[in-house]
């Protein structure tokens, strides 16, 4: 035996006690169980041709990726920037952390400027030749980019980006509130991320507010939409309009091609909570829904037909060509779900909570309502961390499915989830309930640990 | 009675249709599948779940992608189950394409660490893969040193030394020669002995003279 045998064996030993805790194998076979997966004879094909034609593609790619990357690094001169009053160089990386009592200014070296509120901290994640990349991780930023052509700036705030060519805005970003708002004051500006789909396009005098974990999306004139940041977000809460996209009869209108967008979708589901459009649809979309209709309908099939046989990279492709909002508005619950799946599988993990939020808006009560309960926990455990969140989704699909198929799996996670969150008299609790309910469960280890812990 | 892919199920009371439980062997599994019985799919799965997710494990570690792959590799051989050609390998068959999941996961992992690396602002943030608290620093740091190798040489080294295949079973599940899976793993060996004696966690396991045998 080697040494690599030694450590090999000893690794193992800690992964089979892992294993034995998971409940990878009762998830997925809870999951094939809903899948209709279709046998696919392969017929022999000649690959040779196949390989050197890619082989080909590859390299032409390759070169075109060299050409493209090694100029615009090396060759290009990026946009200059100072910080502050003391005009400190500024670069890819630089972070600004405003004191209390002032804000901090950016001036960058096409005339636009970014300043930094009082308390509020911010980052340069790049700077481009003709723009930069900052994220604001929290507080104010008020940004004045100067309209130059070809103009590219991008302001990132928690899963917002914000796309910029020439505009005066301020946004605001609470990472701890999960409120994201833009004030537009000039120009025009595109978000995307969570609730705003792709490129939704904001115009002057307008406010948005937005929660991608509420899966809230409120727009209007600045005076008529209240600001979220600067309040406590349970007393808002009922103020702030929902998006309803998939439950409106709002179609998505087409493009030039004909293709459906996202973008228009969503405008026409966002209402006031007095209950008026927001936005109201043009005539010219209203004649074009037909065509996009029938266009969403075959695209639809495709997605699902390809999911069905296990092919999810073309699914969400083809998903992604019509818009991710879109492909959501005329699904049902189960192919919400599907929908939610082909996100994840992209690791567009916002994409995915969206489509379950919009399952339980639309579906509320049903049982793929508390599906995505459990998938909404899974995702705030597995990919945020956020295990009170997570804890509060499980215990979401527990009441509303207590005997349900995922309620084993559901009790371990909130098991392991307060556990993590460090609530350890639930966690004990919880543990003493789950070893009655279920003592030789996969949490069962778990459970005894906690429960001996409190000895 | 416990309603498990082998017991046999009543379809109806009154006409007293019953149908046959699926039997042990792969061969009966294999053709029950090909006929397209529904109860066959859960008996593959409850007969070589384990397998397959200790594979997968294996090869990527505690990873958060583990109920996706597997769920994928089940969708693969569900779908492509007509393309068996010795019921008898099904075993074997199936680790093949755990393996080739696995495989693919990592080599997509890596090429995104150097599309990342040339132009970072233009691609989105991928997740981080963050192992579970429970694990411990040597399985921790192990998996980061064999993230360091080539996907097919950290394939082959996980399979060999810490799932404790044979060779010839490697090479099979990497549908390579004997000769070949040898170079990939005194490759693998090589290059994680040098990755993990700078670190402390794993250097009493690695360094030379402490082995075994």
Known sequence: MTRFDDLGRHIAREQDALRAQSSVRTEVRARLDTLDIPQVQRHAITRWPLAIGATAVAGALAAAIVLWIVPSKHETRLIGVTIGEQEVPGTTGTWVEAPSESAVAMRFSDGTRVDVSPSSRARIAELWPNGAHLLLENGLAQVNVKRIPNAAWRVSAGPFAVKVTGTKFDVRWSPEQDAFELDLHEGHVEISGCVFGQNYELNAGQRAVASCRQGRLNVGAQSEVHSEVTTDAADTAEDIMVVEAAATDAQPAAADDGVATPVTGLETGVRSSSGHDVHSRSAAARNRNAAARAKARDVAERWRSLAQAGRYADALTLVRSVGFLAACK?????????LSDLARYGRDYDAAAQALHLLRQRFGGSRQAAQAAFALGKLQFDQDGSYSEA????????????????????????????SRSGDASSARELAAQY???YPSGPHAALANTLRGDAR | ???SPRSPRIASTSTQVVELPIPDSDVALVAALQAGRAEA????????SRDVER???????PDTELADLLQDVFVVALGSIGQVRDPRALRGWLTGIAVRKARKCIVKRQRWRIIQFFAPGDVPEQEAIVAPLEVSEALRITYEVMSKLPAD????FALRHIDGMELTAVASACNV?????????????RTFTALACEQPALADWVTPGEATS
Do not use: C, H
Not at chain 2, 41 to 48: C, E, I, T
Not at chain 2, 177 to 189: C, E, H, M
């Open chain 1, 330 to 338: 005329g699904a049902d619950a189960s192919e919400l779900l599907m």
């Open chain 1, 391 to 418: 804890a509060w989704w499980f215990r979401t699909y527990l009441r509303e499915q207590p005997s349900g198929a995922l309620a084993r799996e559901a009790s371990g996670r909130l098991l392991e989830a307060t």
């Open chain 1, 435 to 437: 070893l009655r309910e």
């Open chain 2, 1 to 3: 009675m416990v309603n």
């Open chain 2, 41 to 48: 799919r859960r008996a593959l799965f409850d007969r070589y």
């Open chain 2, 55 to 61: 594979v997968l494990f294996r090869v990527l570690g």
């Open chain 2, 153 to 156: 040489e950290r394939v082959a």
């Open chain 2, 177 to 189: 020669s004997l000769a070949t899976i040898k170079r990939r793993l005194a490759r693998a060996q």
